[in-house]
């Protein structure tokens, strides 16, 4: 299932925090951290995905990140180690098109000034930690539909 | 932009924060009652701010009221502020709750996908206790609509994960599991997800969605790409669905019945054919979509393990990502293999990509990548490549992540232990290990090598020899002395004869190192100075002089002090029979289960009780149990909890009577000095009265009883009038001291 999902800038602002579990502020501030650290070093040698190592107990953490830059923005989403990561890649790639679609060629800002409309788009698309609404189609006609009741 | 100015920014934002915050006070506390556009308004800037980061501790009441609103802008805020700023205040969730009812209720779908959206949300317990009989209800209903019932399912899947006791699912089963043959696939999304989730807890209440969702694979893996429009993603027709469905078939074995495998071992086979057909499309969308579903499905085939064609197949089809130029795919693929490789019908088939395994090892960027590429030599060793692994992982060791190397080090000690042949090539290996990671190699490994050691004639003197060798080296790690000590002082006699490695040598050697090694390891090197002692006569009054040295009999450390004193002690009072039994060659170990392959499983980095200690406890521990075997179990257990099994108990009930008034201490003085090497005994003894101490010491801890009883020899017991014991402390052990 999906822990959280993230969008944070390079300097590391959040633009969207979506929790999908039980985390305490201090926790959410201590992963937003930690996810920002470990993303931003990445660069295109590395692989998409990132197995976070705790130094606490040696071992690799039971969850993992799925990544991916947009221009400015690190959309990132934290999934089981046993989910599968390619289409979690891909479920970014379809959120990000729907985001472009729907603001018209989206920017941060965009993100920035109407964060609201950004969480009626997750929404449709993910709930409970899960995966709801692939299709683009479907998804731009139900955002369009709300805003005109507007 | 200097300091200055950062501040006065810094300042800025803060003004405006205080002055909406302020502007919301004003408004919110005000008389007048705002109209729903100016409380949607306040109620987002709240919201906004608090998204910045700053605490917000009102507007809890406002947005509540927005959600009795009929407008969907000032419900859709309303239920955001609360999704986000979720408040334990009870009479807030009391009237959350009450208008979440309502818009479930409203059959308006987008009020209702706003209350459930906030249910799955929110997720409290408080919600599910309201709701749980009715989001089913709503899911299963012939008028619902789709998109609601897409959120109810999820919805209830959130609710089954937090409060699972206030769902039982019963009599929904089977209408849920009808909703695989919805015609709208997101619906079939959702549902797959609620399944495979209650699947996990309940298996057999779920059989039933097995065929249908194999069916529904089945369409969509052969379907034209014309037939799924809305969920065809860059030509690959509903990924997503597919994995989904691949992962709740992993929720179950291979399926009993002959038709039903063979329509599923077709599909995962048309799958696998897919995957070599030229792409329809350049773009990385196509093929990160396309081998998701590949990936979960050779996922599903390791998983059943059943068919060794579909094992082959994946096995070749991962092979060749081995070498794709994206790193994303080799990662994968590598980390597909190592699943592969424990099969037997894979195994060999793993085994020929050993050198593009190799090479990965040796060439990718990411270190990522190169984990999994050891992970896979390791779980792809056998006999047959173990010497070439084992090389292999050895020299990735040298240049390896410190994150890594514990787990590098533990995998090539239970590799090396496990295949060697020649058990040379293992004590090779283990000091190549201490000599390139030495900080990453456990007690466990070390305590290994020296268990295989004492166990095994034949490489006892290999083993001095190479030792002796390693220990040559000007900076050799402490781990390395830790060994070397141990076997030159089992088995430094098998090299004596070499005037290259006398025993003055390999005295002298271990001895220049004393000096930079830890405490623990002083101390195992001092054991070795006593057993060399035993070993080789000729030396004992070096090792004396140094054993008697100040820095030795004056240690600050306790134990190296009294390991300094007793052995310094015994090399002057024990004859040689004695001493050659005392210092007898450690016999075998018994053969048990390697504590590496549990610390590999674990890997929590906390310490494990080694198997060498037990042992010694076992060799040693006995001598510590004298003549007198009347131990009563419950006295020791009480103050001295050990785990040493207890003599079965005979403690006869000894009663040992008062001795008479006037014996002074002087008599019974003497006999004080039996106690110091005897724990029990009799300490005092006439006609009538036998008093006896009983004591039992543990590191800084003692305790001694005194039990008095009536003298054998005694001709009328009855005679007794009246009896009363007592202990007196005496400064005598003082003035004793002194």
Redesign the interface.
């Known amino acids: 299932m999906i822990r959280f999902i993230l969008i944070q800038n390079r300097a590391g602002k959040t633009r969207l925090a979506k929790w999908y579990m039980q985390f305490d502020d201090d926790e959410k501030q201590k992963l937003i951290e930690e996810v920002h650290a470990v993303v931003t070093v990445r660069d295109a040698k590395h692989t998409n995905f990132v197995e976070v190592w705790d130094s606490l107990s040696l071992s690799f953490r039971n969850f993992k990140i799925i990544y991916r830059r947009y221009a400015g923005l690190y959309f990132c989403i934290c999934v089981d180690v046993t989910d599968n990561n390619l289409a979690y890649l891909e479920a970014i790639h379809n959120f990000v098109e729907v985001l472009n679609e729907y603001f018209h060629n989206v920017c941060e800002l965009d993100l920035v000034f109407n964060f609201y409309k950004v969480y009626t788009v997750v929404d449709e698309m993910f709930l409970a930690g899960e995966i709801r609404e692939t299709s683009q189609t479907k998804v731009l006609k139900q955002l369009l539909m709300l805003q005109s009741l507007e | 932009r200097n300091a200055f100015q950062l501040c006065q920014i810094q300042l800025y934002k803060l003004k405006c924060v205080s002055i909406n915050l302020g502007n919301g006070v004003l408004v919110c506390g005000g008389d007048k009652t705002l109209d729903g556009y100016s409380k949607k308004k306040y109620v987002?800037k709240l919201?906004?701010i608090f998204?910045l980061g700053h605490d917000i501790d009102f507007g809890h009441m406002e947005a509540v009221n927005l959600l009795s609103s009929n407008?969907?802008?000032e419900k859709?805020?309303g239920y955001?502020f609360i999704s986000v700023l979720v408040n334990c205040n009870s009479d807030l969730i009391r009237l959350i709750n009450n208008a979440i009812r309502n818009d479930l209720a409203s059959r308006n779908p987008?009020f209702m996908n706003l209350a459930l959206?906030c249910i799955?949300?929110v997720?409290s317990r408080e919600m599910a206790e309201a709701f749980a009989s009715e989001i089913p209800r709503i899911l299963v209903a012939g008028d619902t609509v789709d998109?609601v019932k897409?959120?109810a399912a999820?919805?209830l899947?959130?609710l089954n994960?937090t409060s699972p006791d206030l769902l039982p699912m019963g009599e929904w089963t089977m209408r849920v599991v009808h909703l695989l043959n919805d015609q709208h696939?997101?619906v079939v999304?959702?549902a797959t997800?609620l399944i495979t989730t209650l699947a996990q807890k309940s298996p057999d209440d779920f059989k039933t969605s097995l065929s249908l969702a194999m069916t529904r694979l089945s369409r969509i893996v052969t379907s034209a790409s014309i037939d799924l429009?809305?969920?065809t993603?860059y030509f690959v027709a509903?990924?997503?669905?597919s994995?989904?469905l691949l992962?709740l078939l992993q929720c179950y074995p291979p399926p009993e019945d002959a038709s039903l495998r063979s329509r599923l071992t077709e599909c995962l086979e048309t799958i696998l054919s897919k995957a070599q057909e030229p792409s329809k499309s350049k773009k990385v969308?196509h093929s990160?979509?396309k081998?998701?579903v590949l990936?979960?499905a050779i996922s599903l085939i390791i998983h059943h393990d059943s068919e060794p064609t579909l094992l082959v197949r994946a096995c070749n089809q991962l092979g060749q990502f081995l070498q794709h130029r994206e790193?994303?795919l080799r990662?994968?693929a590598l980390e597909s293999m190592c699943t592969l490789a424990s099969s037997e019908f894979s195994h060999e088939a793993v085994k020929t990509h050993i050198e593009t395994v190799i090479n990965a090892l040796k060439t990718e960027?990411?270190v990522?990548?190169r984990q999994r590429a050891v992970d896979l030599l390791y779980a792809m060793c056998d006999r047959s490549n173990a010497k070439q692994i084992v090389t292999e992982m050895l020299s990735y060791l040298e240049t390896a992540d410190y994150?890594i190397r514990?787990e590098i080090v533990l995998k090539v000690a239970i590799l090396a232990e496990k295949y060697a042949v020649d058990y040379t090539w293992y004590v090779d290996t283990i000091l190549n290990l201490i000599r390139i990671a030495g900080d990453y190699v456990s007690e466990e490994v070390w305590y290994r090598v020296i268990q295989i050691v004492i166990n095994r004639d034949d490489v006892q003197g290999y083993a001095a020899k190479t030792v002796f060798e390693a220990l040559q080296a000007p900076a050799c790690h402490e781990n390395l002395v830790k060994v070397g000590g141990y076997i030159l002082g089992e088995f430094g006699n098998l090299i004596a004869g070499d005037p290259r490695s006398s025993p003055l040598v390999q005295f002298n050697l271990l001895h220049s190192k004393f000096h930079l090694c830890s405490v623990p390891t002083r101390a195992l090197l001092l054991s070795a100075y006593i057993k060399f002692i035993n070993l080789f006569p000729e030396v004992k009054g070096t090792i004396q002089d140094v054993l008697r040295s100040d820095s030795q009999l004056r240690n600050a450390d306790v134990e190296l002090q009294q390991r300094a004193v007793e052995y310094l002690r015994l090399s002057y009072i024990a004859s040689t029979d004695i001493l050659a039994t005392v210092l007898e060659e450690m016999p075998p170990f018994p053969e048990r289960e390697s504590s590496i392959l549990a610390k590999l499983k674990k890997?929590?980095?906390s310490s494990k009780l080694p198997d060498l200690d037990d042992s010694r406890r076992n060799v040693n521990g006995s001598a510590e149990h004298t003549d007198d075997t009347e131990t009563s179990p419950s006295l020791s257990e009480d103050l001295f909890p050990t785990d040493r099994p207890h003599p079965p108990s005979s403690f006869p009930s000894i009663l040992f009577a008062r001795w008479a008034a006037g014996v002074t201490n002087n008599i019974i003085f003497p006999v004080f000095f039996r106690f110091v090497c005897k724990s029990n005994g009799v300490i005092y003894e006439n006609q009538l009265l036998q008093i006896g101490l009983k004591s039992e010491y543990r590191q800084n801890l003692g305790e001694i009883n005194a039990l008095s009883r009536e003298a054998q020899t005694s001709l009328s017991p009855a005679t007794w009038a009246s009896f009363s014991e007592g202990i007196q402390r005496h400064s005598l052990a003082k003035r004793h001291r002194s």
Not at chain 2, 238 to 241: C, K, R
């Open positions: 987002c919201l906004f998204l407008k969907y802008t859709q805020i955001l987008t959206h799955a949300n997720g998109s897409q959120s999820l919805c899947l959130r994960k696939l997101g999304t959702a997800s429009q809305d969920y993603y509903a990924p997503w669905l994995v989904k992962r969308q990160n979509a081998n998701a990936f979960e790193t994303n990662y994968l960027r990411d990522s990548v994150a514990e890997k929590k980095g």
